[in-house]
């Protein structure tokens, strides 16, 4: 075709009807894989091929822990670990006989069943902190704040008055 004579609206038509010839006679051509077999960066439509897609079924422990790492929620999960796996972290020996109430701070606050236990805590505090960051990870918890039992509350009950009180049960 010689575009020599065509000007203007002609030339313009021409010129179309080729790119559309050229388009038609490319759909109807078989499509051939190039390059090293990673495909042409182009994701065909449909199913998956037989190598690995991100369309495919993915594990669920997996999906939850992009989605841990992606939202910035690995220190409360550690946290959270200390908790939930208190056993596991510390052994059975001295889960049986303490439990972890807060971290605030990195600094966890365990109370134990009796003031010897909690003598005996305070005494093994160095290998508890490796314990719990060799199961829940470094910096998460720092420092430990082990108390023994609370002692019972007098401040309320049927025989508590209000006020300093008479002060002559003693004397």
Not at 47 to 68: C, I, N
Not at 79 to 101: L, Q
Not at 124 to 143: F, Q, Y
Request: aromatic letters at 4%.
């Amino acid at each position: 075709m010689d575009n020599g004579d065509l000007a203007g609206p002609e030339l313009a038509r021409a010129v179309l009807d080729a790119a559309l010839a050229r388009r038609r006679d490319a759909a109807r051509a078989p499509r051939r894989k190039t390059g090293s077999g990673q495909g042409s960066g182009r994701r065909l439509r449909g199913y998956s091929g037989p190598g690995p897609d991100p369309r495919d079924p993915q594990l669920f422990g997996a999906m939850l822990e992009r989605l841990v790492r992606a939202r910035g929620w690995e220190k409360p999960k550690a946290e959270a670990t200390v908790f939930g796996a208190w056993e596991k972290v510390v052994g059975p020996d001295i889960a049986a006989h303490s439990r972890p109430i807060k971290i605030e701070g990195g600094v966890l606050t365990v109370e134990a069943e009796s003031t010897a236990w909690a003598t005996q805590l305070r005494m093994l505090t160095a290998t508890l902190l490796r314990k719990i960051a060799g199961e829940v990870g470094h910096n998460v918890v720092t420092r430990l704040n082990i108390h023994g039992p609370a002692a019972p509350s007098w401040n309320r009950g049927p025989r508590r008055v209000q006020g300093r009180g008479p002060r002559d049960t003693y004397g």
